[in-house]
């Protein structure tokens, strides 16, 4: 009997002996964090489901070359990844990303109390922050979502992505730097 409670390998043993429910207990663990990662990548929130569920697709169809003994979502984000990069490629264009899309707090409304012109300001660097992750590359955007949005740590980055540690540190390093230009440069 498959369940929640079943571990990643034991999932996958159980689909690759016939199982499909088995696969199930897969998707549903990880479908909104693949969908977020995709989100990353793609900025586009149709574009970000369709690419995650085609990378579930995938990964069922290529779960014999799995290797049960490591962790499952690292191998299915490489999968995830390169479907984003390859479409992204085939598009020849950037998806406006959307910063509404990460939940972040809203600023308050005109009639609340605290509607002083800082509210204004909330709103016009919301803007700028949003216009400036568009123009990043889609690594870029990748690691400061999985840094700031999801708040992964350097380690759980690094084993997501199938990086070292300090290629995540770099990474995000070089990111910040390219979101600050950006972000000065719509100031001007």
């Not at 996958?12 to 199930?24: M, N, P, Q, R, Y």
């Not at 995650?52 to 049960?68: E, G, M, P, T, W």
């Not at 990303?97 to 308050?108: G, H, K, T, V």
Request: net charge positive; proline share 4%.
């Amino acid at each position: 009997m498959v369940d929640m409670n079943t571990d990643d390998a034991e999932a996958v043993s159980l689909t690759i002996a016939g199982d499909k429910e088995a696969f199930a207990v897969i998707v549903a663990r990880y479908t909104e964090r693949a969908y977020r990662m995709a989100l990353y990548v793609l900025g586009n929130e149709q574009d970000a489901m369709d690419l995650s569920q085609d990378a579930f697709i995938r990964a069922y169809r290529n779960l014999k070359r799995f290797d049960v003994s490591r962790p499952f979502f690292p191998w299915f984000a490489t999968i995830l990844r390169n479907l984003c990069y390859n479409f992204l490629r085939r598009r020849k264009r950037k998806q406006a990303y959307n910063i509404e899309d990460f939940q972040i707090a809203e600023p308050s409304s005109p009639s609340s109390p605290s509607s002083a012109p800082s509210s204004g300001i909330a709103v016009e660097t919301k803007v700028a922050l949003n216009k400036a992750l568009s123009k990043l590359s889609p690594q870029d955007r990748e690691i400061i979502g999985k840094f700031y949005f999801e708040q992964l740590s350097y380690a759980e980055i690094a084993t997501e992505l199938d990086i070292p540690i300090g290629t995540v540190m770099s990474r995000l390093y070089y990111a910040r730097r390219h979101l600050k230009d950006r972000m000065l440069k719509g100031e001007r």
